[in-house]
C-alpha cells in the first residue's frame, strides 16, 4: 500500500465549482505539504502544515485553502475553480526540519474546463 | 532570476551512455541538495540525497555538489531505458527550511 495516498487521481470539473482533494498517509509524519505542477514551472507550494493546528500559505495560495483534518489527513479545496488551476497536484509528507526528504503522493491530475 | 536553474532537456541518449544532468543555484545558504526522480503520472521520488559539499555514489548514481561555484550534478553511468524519467535537483538552508525545486530534466534513454 501507498505511504502517500491521493484521491482522487483524475478530476474534471467546471469554472466556478467546488472541489476537494484529498491527500492521507501512513507514514507518522507531521509536515504536509501541497505542491502543484505545470510544464516549465516545475514544483510549486501551495500550503503547508507542520502539524495538525499549524498551516502556512506557500507561495502560491490565492485560490486554495487547505484543511488538516488529523495528522494523518490534509486536504485541499478550490473554492471557485477556474481553467488556470488545471494542473498536476501533489501532497507530499516529511518527518523534520531542514533538510527533509518529501516523500510524495501519486498526484491528482486537475482539469478545469 | 530564479533560486535554481534547471536546463528543461529533453535529453535523449543511448543505452550504456554517461548522463551529466546539472542545477545552478544563486543562494549560497543552501545546505541540503537532493535529485528527485519522477516517472510519468507518479510524484518524485528521492533518489539522492547531500548534504553540503563533496561527492555521493550510491550504485549507478553519483551526485556532486560544488558549492563556491554554487552548481550541483548527477551522474548516471551505464544509462538504461528504465532511468527514462523528469530529473529534478531540490535544495534548502540558510533562512529557507522549504525544498526549492528546479523545473526538471526529462531524460530519454534509447535502447
Known sequence: ?113 | QKEVEQDPGPLSVPEGAIVSLNCTYSNSAFQYFMWYRQYSRKGPELLMYTYSSGNKEDGRFTAQVDKSSKYISLFIRDSQPSDSATYLCAMSGGNTDKLIFGTGTRLQVFP
Open chain 1, 1 to 113: 500500500d501507498a505511504d502517500v495516498t491521493q484521491t482522487p487521481r483524475n478530476r474534471i470539473t467546471k469554472t466556478g465549482k467546488r472541489i476537494m482533494l484529498e491527500c492521507s498517509q501512513t507514514k507518522g509524519h507531521d509536515r504536509m505539504y501541497w505542491y502543484r505542477q505545470d510544464p516549465g514551472l516545475g514544483l510549486r507550494l501551495i500550503y503547508y502544515s507542520f502539524d495538525v493546528k499549524d498551516i502556512n500559505k506557500g507561495e502560491i495560495s490565492d485560490g486554495y485553502s487547505v484543511s488538516r483534518q488529523a495528522q494523518a489527513k490534509f486536504s485541499l479545496s478550490l473554492e471557485s475553480a477556474i481553467p488556470n488551476q488545471t494542473a498536476l497536484y501533489f501532497c507530499a509528507t516529511s518527518e523534520t526540519n531542514q533538510g527533509d526528504k518529501l516523500f510524495f503522493g501519486s498526484g491528482t491530475q486537475l482539469s478545469v474546463l
